[in-house]
């Protein structure tokens, strides 16, 4: 089961982004600073954070203080996982935390 990252992610992957937005927000100047944000929120949810922006690097990215924002990789939870099958009755703090 795919949720709304791995959703993002394919239709980013696949060029068709603006399917994404909803469509009473298609506007030229708007679309722009939508789909900018799009990738902001992609590469901060990487899989290796390494790859996810410092939220100095996010202010100046949605800010367009940064011009070259990098391509996001695949979420990291993007997909259904083993590890969701065996923890589907636990809290958020018992698997974090255990």
């Not at 982004?17 to 949810?45: H, I, S, W, Y």
């Not at 990291?76 to 958020?92: G, L, P, V």
Request: with cysteine; charged share 30%.
């Amino acid at each position: 089961m795919i949720n709304i990252f791995g959703q993002a992610y394919e239709l980013w992957k696949d060029g068709k982004r603006m399917e994404f937005m909803d469509p009473l927000m298609d506007d030229t100047n708007l679309g722009c600073k939508l789909l900018r944000c799009m990738q902001v929120a992609l590469l901060c949810v990487q899989e290796k954070w390494e790859d996810r922006p410092t939220m100095l690097e996010v202010y100046s990215m949605l800010k367009n203080e940064i011009e070259d924002v990098s391509a996001p990789k695949m979420p990291a939870f993007s997909t259904k996982t083993d590890m969701d099958e065996e923890n589907h009755h636990k809290s958020w703090e018992e698997i974090c935390f255990s």
